[in-house]
Structure formats: C-alpha cells, structure tokens
C-alpha cells in the first residue's frame, strides 16, 4: 500500500468517527429535551386548569364564587376558583369585564348565616346592559333598575354600552373623539321625570 493511499484511510476512519460522534451528540441534545418538551403541556394545565377547582389563594386571572372556612388554609378563606367568562356570577368583579346585575349572596360569604354581594358578568360590548360605564365605550341610554341595586326596593343606574362610531348621539364622548352636535335627551338623564334632561353628543373623530 502506497503511503497516500494510507494516509487516504486514515483520513476517512478519521472523518467516519467524527461523524459518527457528532451525531451522538445530536442525539443526546433531543433526549434531553423530550422531557422539558413532554412537560410543557402539563405545565400550561397547571396554569390555565384551576377552573371549578378550590384553593387557599385567588391567582391572576381567576375570580370565585364560593369562600369557605378551611382548616386545610389555617385561617385563609378557602376559594372555589372560576375562569371568567361572560354570565358569570362571581364573588368579585373581574379586570376587563362590566356587570348587569348584584345581589346578596351566603355563598360569597364566610360567616354563617349572612351574605355577601355578587357580581353577573358581562363581556362588555355593543348595545350591552352594564351597571357601570365601560373603557373604550360610550353610551347611548341610562336607566334606573333594581338589577344594579344591592337594596331591597332601589335601583341603580344602568347603562346601555355603544362601540364609539361617527354620527353616533352618545350621553358621553369617549377619549379619542370629539363631538360635532349636542341636544338634550332624557335618554341620557338619570331623574326619573319625562322632563328630566341631560346632554347628548353627536360623535365625530377627535
């Protein structure tokens, strides 16, 4: 054998070996990752899967609508966790959603025998009912009703939600708009009088 043609087969078993090692090396990267990659399902359930679940805490994102005394949270209340979503009725209100109707309710209470205010949810929207004014939104009608009253025989006012539009006539002007027109509504008063008039604006872009 030629000493070329040697130094040929060196080179080659070499380059085989080199192979052969870095794709072990490639092998050995993916196992180690099947775990973290197995994991991550579970571990996005951990964080999204607490609905209709009790806990001694109230995480980001979740309301509840039971509390409870529990020796297993020492002297935390005790939560029964809800995701919320539009009717809901919730314990608390919940960052980004209005509510149409409250009442008096044992289960958002933790003494026996008395009650504690609750809360329907909404996702606000156009032409949605809302015992509060919603942002990003104006409104077009406000009315009295006992829906938004946590006393027995008051009512509160309710507003009926519009998405912003030109030539919109809103009781309100939204940030970001300005108004081109005004009249006076009893639409957008609160008296309970047909004589009763406030302020309404006709929408154009700011």
Request: hydrophobic fraction near 35%.
């Amino acid at each position: 054998m030629t000493v070329s043609r040697f130094t040929a087969r060196v080179r080659s078993a070499r380059a085989a070996r080199a192979a052969r090692a870095a794709a072990g090396a490639v092998l050995a990267a993916a196992a180690a990752l099947v775990p973290v990659l197995a994991g991550a399902p579970q571990a996005s359930a951990s964080v999204t899967g607490l609905d209709n679940t009790w806990s001694c805490s109230v995480p980001a994102g979740y309301v509840y609508d039971q509390i409870t005394a529990s020796s297993a949270c020492g002297t935390t209340p005790r939560y029964h966790l809800r995701t919320p979503v539009d009717g809901l009725v919730s314990c608390v209100r919940a960052s980004g959603f209005v509510y149409d109707a409250t009442t008096m309710t044992t289960n958002c209470s933790m003494a026996p025998g008395s009650s504690s205010d609750s809360y329907r949810l909404r996702v606000p929207g156009d032409l949605v009912t809302s015992c509060v004014t919603a942002s990003g939104f104006t409104y077009d009608r406000v009315t009295n009703i006992s829906q938004c009253s946590l006393a027995p025989g008051s009512t509160n006012p309710a507003y009926r939600l519009r998405t912003p539009v030109v030539g919109l006539w809103a009781c309100s002007v939204p940030r970001g708009w300005s108004s081109s027109s005004t009249t006076q509504s009893h639409d957008c008063s609160y008296g309970t009088s047909p004589s009763d008039k406030a302020t309404m604006y006709l929408l154009k872009a700011a």
